[in-house]
C-alpha cells in the first residue's frame, strides 16, 4: 500500500508495492531538497535531490516531488524492497549559502516481506 | 568509490574531559561539515567549514566546540569540555561545493558519562 498526506513517523508497507514518503520543509527561501536514507547505525546516504525549478525529479525507482506553493516535498519509491526498510529524512538548503542542510524528522520505513 | 571516514567509531569519556573527532573529507572535496543526531531524534547542523575557516556555525557550536584542519587531509571537531548532553552520533560530511551533495562519514558515537 502507499500513503500520503502528512508526515508519518513510521511507514509500514508489503514487499513490492510502492511508498511514499511526506515532508513538509520549513524555509520557503530554500531552493535544493534532498532525501537522505539512514540505515541503523550508519550516516544518511543520499539517495535523491531536486532544485526549486523542477517539481519532479525521477531516479532508479525513486521520485521526488516538490510543491512549493504547501513546501511539500515527497520521495515515492517504486516496487519496495527489504533493503529499503530505514530512516527516511528530508533536508533543505538555501543554495547561495554555506551548505548548512536542515533536515526534517524522519520517517521509519518498515517493509514487510 | 571515495568516501568520508571518521574515527574512532566509539569514544567514551568522562564529563569535562576534551575530545577529539577525526574526519578524512573526501580528497577532491572542498566543503566540510560536521552535524550532529541525538539518540532518536533529526540530524543537526553544527557547523560548515571552507577555505580553512567557518562559514556557518548553529547555535549548538558554542565556544565549547572547535574546528580544524590540520593538514591537507584531516578535519577534526574538538569539545573542550564535554557535557552529558553533548552524548550523540557526531558525522562529519564533505562536499565539492557548497549547493552539491554531501557525503556523510558512518559517525562517531560519542557517550559522556
Known amino acids: 500500500g502507499e500513503s500520503v498526506g502528512l508526515h508519518l513517523p513510521t511507514l509500514s508497507v508489503q514487499e513490492g508495492d510502492n511508498s511514499i514518503i511526506n515532508c513538509a520543509y520549513s524555509n520557503s527561501a530554500s531552493d535544493y531538497f534532498i532525501w537522505y536514507k539512514q540505515e541503523s547505525g550508519k550516516g544518511p546516504q543520499f539517495i535523491i535531490d531536486?532544485?526549486?525549478?523542477?517539481d519532479k525529479r525521477q531516479g532508479q525507482r525513486v521520485t521526488v516531488l516538490l510543491n512549493k506553493t504547501v513546501k511539500h516535498l515527497s520521495l515515492q519509491i517504486a516496487a519496495t524492497q527489504p533493503g529499503d526498510s530505514a530512516v527516511y529524512f528530508c533536508?533543505?538548503?538555501?543554495?547561495?549559502?554555506?551548505?548548512?542542510?536542515?533536515f526534517g524528522q524522519g520517517t521509519t520505513l518498515q517493509v514487510k516481506p | 568509490e571515495p568516501e568520508v571516514t571518521q574515527t574512532p567509531s566509539h569514544q567514551v569519556t568522562q564529563m569535562g574531559q576534551e575530545v577529539i573527532l577525526r574526519c578524512v573529507p573526501i580528497s577532491n572535496h572542498l566543503y566540510f561539515y560536521w552535524y550532529r543526531q541525538i539518540l532518536g531524534q533529526k540530524v543537526e547542523f553544527l557547523v560548515s567549514f571552507y577555505n580553512n575557516e567557518i562559514s556557518e556555525k548553529s547555535e549548538i557550536f558554542d565556544d565549547q566546540f572547535s574546528v580544524e584542519r590540520p593538514d591537507g587531509s584531516n578535519f577534526t571537531l574538538k569539545i573542550r569540555s564535554t557535557k552529558l548532553e553533548d552524548s550523540a552520533m557526531y558525522f562529519c560530511a564533505s562536499s565539492l561545493g557548497f549547493n552539491n551533495e554531501q557525503f556523510f562519514g558512518p559517525g562517531t558515537r560519542l557517550t559522556v558519562l
Open positions: 531536486i532544485r526549486s525549478n523542477m
Open positions: 533536508a533543505e538548503t538555501l543554495s547561495s549559502n554555506t551548505g548548512k542542510l536542515i
